[in-house]
């Protein structure tokens, strides 16, 4: 039974990538997502205009993860190409470099720690922080986590999160966050000058949604679901942040693909620099990383990963806000 830092060296053989795939599954990608841009702005007959439109936004989802892979310089390191194609997709996308790397560096590193988990992630309160907590703490806290607040990932995460929050903070050391607003902006203003309103939305609007409402989520499931532990800094390591804290969600086919593998999360957050085209060979291959924690797409397990809400370290999982009140009652008898 492999564990510690001998999983971690299993995997190794897998975190090469076969450069001509990294560039075909790229450009594959990107031609497939100009054509149905292309087809949502002139095809002729309206439902499929719509249909083109919310492939688009699945097929943003892939490409996004593609530029996640570069980020962690897991494909097509140093080709200058490469940098120019995802720098301006990742301006594109409202995740600039600059916010994009920095955040999700640190989110690997200190993954399911319990008091840095959040940053690059959602925040993560403890039972006895949540009732410590002034009313408009909490509010704050359960808005951030709300299943409005993901699917409204668009503006939510990426517009307002990746986008001003980033620039606000540190103007100077983010200015493609700047930059990707202000050309948003211009494309929307455009499209609906030249174009008319029903192609900002079918252009613009539908598929951010749908890609940012998608990823929103995928961060959500990710590390937040059944099952899911934190640790304080003294009893965290990364092999069992990554198998423990990181789920593997079982799709079909069609999901894979649009998600790009992703739902490898484990094995991702095991060693980043496996590509995404090898995960699943990695699995298939290493008998303990098919002993993940799981999630899905379904509608059942959806419910479940947002109705967590509290980490309760005397039940050593995450509680709903039901589940807390329950637990929270003889300690405010105690008080009493």
């Not at 053989?13 to 790229?26: C, D, G, H, I, V």
């Not at 959040?118 to 806290?141: C, H, N, V």
């Not at 939510?156 to 202000?182: E, K, N």
């Not at 990554?242 to 693909?257: G, I």
């Amino acid at each position: 039974m492999l564990t510690g830092k001998q999983l971690i060296l299993a995997t190794k053989p897998f975190a090469k990538e076969t450069r001509w795939k990294s560039w075909y599954y790229t450009f594959s990608t990107a031609v497939i997502l100009a054509g149905l841009f292309a087809g949502t702005a002139f095809l002729p007959w309206l439902l499929l205009r719509i249909l083109c439109s919310i492939l688009s936004g699945l097929v943003i989802v892939r490409m996004f993860v593609i530029y996640h892979d570069y980020q962690h310089h897991t494909i097509l390191y140093q080709s200058k190409t490469a940098k120019v194609l995802f720098s301006a997709f990742g301006v594109f996308i409202l995740a600039p470099a600059s916010i994009w790397k920095r955040s999700h560096d640190y989110h690997h590193a200190h993954n399911s720690k319990l008091f840095t988990a959040s940053i690059g992630s959602y925040p993560i309160m403890t039972q006895q922080k949540f009732l410590e907590s002034t009313p408009a703490e909490r509010r704050s806290y359960l808005a951030a986590r709300h299943p409005v607040t993901i699917l409204f990932g668009y503006f939510s995460m990426f517009m307002i999160g990746m986008c001003v929050r980033s620039f606000r903070s540190s103007p100077s050391r983010h200015l493609d966050s700047l930059l990707a607003l202000i050309l948003h902006f211009v494309a929307a203003t455009l499209l609906f000058v030249y174009m008319g309103w029903l192609s900002l939305v079918l252009l613009l609007v539908v598929p951010f949604f749908i890609a940012c409402g998608i990823g929103a989520y995928l961060f959500y499931a990710q590390h937040n679901f059944p099952g899911v532990t934190f640790r304080d800094k003294e009893g965290w390591c990364h092999d069992n942040a990554a198998m423990a804290s990181s789920s593997y969600m079982k799709t079909n086919a069609f999901w894979n693909w649009v998600t790009g593998n992703i739902g490898y999360h484990h094995i991702h957050h095991l060693n980043s620099r496996i590509p995404f085209y090898r995960l699943p060979e990695t699995m298939a291959a290493i008998p303990e990383l098919q002993q993940a924690k799981t999630t899905s797409f379904s509608p059942k397990a959806i419910a479940a990963c947002l109705k967590l809400k509290i980490w309760s370290p005397e039940a050593n999982k995450m509680i709903t806000i039901k589940q807390l009140q329950t637990l929270s009652v003889p300690t405010r008898a105690m008080a009493v």
